[in-house]
């Protein structure tokens, strides 16, 4: 059986790092990104036989369950997921971070990886 890899967060530094690094283990790589870069770009370029870019603001539950959605479409049998995608980090003290910050935090970091699971 082939290995299939789902990357979420796979045009940050640490998604293109691993795909660079792995990309050889697998037959093909899911890469869910943002947003695009010139990097994410350059390896898109590189490997455009083996990577399928999926794009989704996983900040927005309707666009994770669209993600899923389309995910289910291409027919494909996950064999990994690596799962890297958070939001922009901040330096602010405990005590003065809102709850509506954390709520986001979750949505990207937990929810968006379960979404299918909590829906059953």
């Known amino acids: ?23 050889a283990e697998y037959a093909r790589v899911v890469a869910h990104y943002n947003h ?4 994410f770009e350059a390896l898109l370029d590189a490997h ?13 539950r309707e666009e ?7 995910l289910k479409e291409e027919k494909l049998t996950l064999t990994h997921i690596v799962h890297l995608v958070s939001l922009p980090a ?3 003290r405990f005590h003065k971070s809102e709850v509506d910050e954390y709520e986001a935090m979750m ?12 829906k059953r």
């Open 36 to 39: 695009r870069n010139e990097a």
């Open 90 to 92: 901040k330096s602010i």
């Open 48 to 60: 455009k036989d083996k990577i399928l870019p999926m794009q989704a603001d996983f900040s927005k």
């Open 107 to 118: 949505q990207v970091s937990f929810y968006s990886i379960v979404e299918e699971k909590l």
């Open 1 to 23: 059986m082939d290995k299939i890899v789902l990357i979420t967060g796979a045009s940050s530094d640490l998604g293109i790092s691993f795909i660079q690094e792995n990309i």
């Open 64 to 70: 994770v369950e669209r993600f899923v959605q389309e």
